[in-house]
């Protein structure tokens, strides 16, 4: 089965400072993929990045940041220098490549706030 | 480029009332598309996808059902809706081989 947990489920942090979304995901395909997704206030779900399971390359753009280590089964997500903008809820997601329908498998999702 | 469109935005509707929401994607032929729902509060649950016309499947047995009409159009249908169908619904279209989901901007209704 598989399964992603998202287990901070708010944080809240001052404008400027640095902030880590943990996701950990289990899966039995060896061939995946793992997705960020923002949803702020509106309710949009607006795409961040995708990562595919065979390729371990972190990935920086801008002030966002991904740590992919298949190891420990993690895709943590860091926001540098976060702005009020960033306030929003993240979620992470799995799809399994060898599933035709490639259907996400969504965490929770982790709230944060970035105050002034 | 390609759009997704969902109407309504917003619904008010009572226990018992029929329902149809309507999601039209732009720009793009033979699409995956699904239809997601969020709880207040919660995570997302795949509800429906299909991965051609006349094709739907179903993910959560429930009071709702779904049809693919057109390459293009998904839609969403209850016959009588109940309280615990309120939420906010998500279409999404997947293009491409990597199986990239975009979402539209969603429907929020309200069972009362």
Same mark, same amino acid.
């Given at each position: 089965?598989?399964?992603v947990t998202?287990a901070?489920?708010?944080?809240s942090?001052?404008e400027?400072?640095?902030v880590?979304l943990?996701?950990v995901?289990e899966?039995r395909?060896?061939t995946?993929y793992l997705?960020?997704?923002?949803?702020?206030?509106s309710?949009?779900?607006v795409f961040?990045?995708?990562?595919?399971?065979? *390729?371990?390359?972190n990935?920086?753009?801008?002030?966002y940041?991904w740590n992919?280590?298949?190891?420990?089964?993690?895709?943590n997500?860091?926001?540098?220098?976060?702005?009020?903008? *960033?306030?929003a809820?993240?979620?992470?997601a799995?799809?399994a490549?060898?599933?035709s329908?490639?259907k996400l498998i969504f965490?929770?999702?982790?709230?944060?706030?970035?105050?002034? | 480029s390609q759009?997704i469109?969902?109407?309504?935005?917003?619904?008010?509707?009572?226990?018992?009332s029929?329902l149809s929401?309507?999601?039209?994607?732009?720009?793009t032929?033979n699409?995956?598309?699904?239809?997601? +729902?969020?709880?207040a509060? +919660?995570?997302?649950q795949?509800l429906?996808?299909s991965?051609?016309?006349?094709?739907?499947?179903?993910?959560v047995?429930?009071?709702?059902s779904?049809? +693919?009409?057109?390459d +293009?159009?998904?839609i969403?249908?209850s016959?009588?809706?109940l309280l615990s169908?309120?939420?906010?619904?998500?279409?999404?279209w997947?293009?491409g081989?990597?199986g990239?989901?975009?979402?539209g901007p969603?429907?929020r209704l309200?069972?009362?």
């Open positions: 089965a598989q399964k998202q901070q489920t708010e944080i942090v001052v400027k400072e640095d880590t943990d996701c995901y899966t395909d060896t995946y997705f960020w997704y923002k949803q702020p206030p309710g949009e779900l961040l990045i995708r990562r595919n399971s065979f *390729d371990e390359q990935e920086i753009s801008g002030r940041s992919f280590q298949k190891s420990t089964s993690s895709f997500f860091t926001i540098t220098a976060s702005q009020v903008v *960033d306030s809820v993240y979620f992470c799995l799809s490549a060898g599933d329908s490639y965490g929770s999702g982790t709230r944060l706030l970035v105050r002034p | 759009t469109h969902q109407w309504p935005a917003t619904l008010v509707q009572p226990v018992g029929p929401l309507e999601c039209t994607v732009e720009g032929s699409p995956n598309l699904y239809w997601y +729902r969020q709880a509060g +919660r995570g997302l795949l429906f996808y991965v051609g016309i006349g094709q739907i499947s179903s993910e047995p429930q009071n709702l779904a049809s +693919r009409p057109q +293009r159009q998904f969403l249908s016959k009588k809706l169908d309120s939420g906010f619904y998500l279409c999404a997947k293009g081989t990597w990239t989901q975009y979402f969603g429907t309200l069972v009362l």
